[in-house]
């Protein structure tokens, strides 16, 4: 049995980037920064912050540019992908990325805590034709 699964609790370092593939899905790019605090043999207090590249597809992707903003605090969960690319000067480049399946707002707004999920995997989806016309997500319309 495998299994890739990460689990993250952080702040956004910038405002999610929604971009929109030729096929009609959304698709969204952030940054999430962790925190590690520690105390050195010397006493004295460390800390170390790490940043991880985030990839939220179609439903999530939009929930999250709705909602989120730099340092937003959130929830998230999903597994790790690399994928390569060629540079213009033909250097094989690689990056890895969590791609997002669940998040969770953990700022408060009012009392209500949002929560979102996917269980769509963008390499297994067929392609659309055309996204479909989607109004816009309140809230308060999400059933969590």
């Given at each position: 049995?495998d299994?890739?699964?990460?689990?993250?609790?952080?702040?956004?370092?910038?405002?999610?980037?929604?971009?929109?593939?030729?096929?009609g899905?959304?698709?969204?790019?952030?940054?999430?920064a962790?925190?590690?605090?520690?105390?050195?043999?010397?006493?004295?207090?460390?800390?170390?912050?790490?940043?991880?590249?985030?990839?939220?597809?179609?439903?999530l992707?939009?929930i999250?540019?709705?909602?989120?903003?730099?340092?937003?605090?959130?929830?998230?969960?999903?597994?790790l992908?690399?994928?390569?690319?060629?540079?213009?000067?033909?250097?094989?480049k690689?990056?890895?990325?969590?791609i997002?399946?669940?998040?969770?707002?953990l700022d408060?707004?009012?009392?209500?805590?949002?929560?979102?999920?996917?269980?769509?995997?963008p390499?297994?989806?067929?392609?659309?034709?055309?996204?479909?016309?989607?109004?816009e997500?309140?809230v308060e319309?999400?059933p969590f």
């Amino acid at each position: 049995m495998d299994l890739n699964k990460v689990m993250i609790i952080g702040r956004l370092t910038a405002d999610p980037e929604v971009r929109t593939t030729p096929n009609g899905d959304s698709v969204a790019s952030f940054s999430v920064a962790t925190n590690f605090n520690w105390t050195g043999k010397d006493g004295q207090k460390q800390e170390k912050v790490e940043f991880h590249n985030f990839v939220a597809w179609r439903k999530l992707a939009e929930i999250m540019a709705q909602y989120l903003k730099k340092g937003s605090r959130v929830y998230l969960d999903g597994r790790l992908q690399t994928r390569s690319w060629e540079d213009q000067n033909n250097i094989k480049k690689y990056r890895t990325e969590i791609i997002a399946d669940n998040m969770i707002m953990l700022d408060s707004k009012g009392s209500s805590e949002a929560f979102a999920k996917t269980t769509e995997d963008p390499m297994t989806q067929a392609p659309t034709a055309q996204a479909p016309e989607e109004e816009e997500i309140n809230v308060e319309d999400i059933p969590f």
